[in-house]
């Protein structure tokens, strides 16, 4: 009889623990896209992703994830990845893209825009989903003549 493994949370999360700031890296086949953490809930990721904790003494994750989705990084990306049906990036080549690092106090000022983009974007969703459902509740009404 063979037995199934399937690892826990506590398995999964032993010697990797995202936190807020970190950056998630895809690094197999859609390789190259970043995401900053932006959350203080605990959680796994599949092992196709790349975990990257940036020295915020240095670089803000705010700077770093944008810099990582741009296309001009791209061909660094390109000329790291190895393999053929599934193209990979591995960390240590990550770890040697060349990037943009303004001064620490410039990088802080575009983290904030950014923060304030995103958190304009997230109000603009939630109206969005009001007026479907609003759209979908005069539907209804509509429907069961109630106009």
């Given amino acids: 009889m063979l037995l199934s493994f399937r690892p826990t949370f506590s398995d999964l999360t032993r010697s990797v623990k995202p936190e807020r700031r970190d950056i998630l890296y895809s690094t197999v086949a859609s390789y190259g896209v970043a995401v900053e953490v932006q959350t203080?809930?605990?959680f796994a990721f599949q092992r196709h992703i790349g975990h990257l904790k940036p020295n915020h003494r240095v670089i803000d994750s705010g700077v770093l994830a944008p810099q990582?989705?741009?296309p001009w990084?791209?061909?660094q990306e390109e000329q790291s990845a190895r393999g053929v049906a599934q193209k990979?990036?591995?960390l240590a080549k990550i770890r040697r893209f060349k990037v943009v690092v303004p001064p620490l106090a410039?990088?802080?000022k575009f983290a904030l825009r950014v923060a304030g983009i995103r958190a304009m974007e997230?109000?603009?969703a939630?109206?969005?989903r009001r007026l479907e459902d609003l759209f979908q509740a005069l539907l209804h009404r509509a429907f069961q003549e109630e106009l």
Wanted: hydrophobic share 20%.
């Fill in 40 to 42: 203080d809930r605990r």
């Fill in 122 to 124: 997230n109000d603009q």
């Fill in 68 to 70: 990582l989705n741009k």
């Fill in 126 to 128: 939630a109206s969005q």
């Fill in 88 to 90: 990979t990036v591995n």
């Fill in 73 to 75: 990084l791209k061909s």
């Fill in 106 to 108: 410039e990088q802080k």
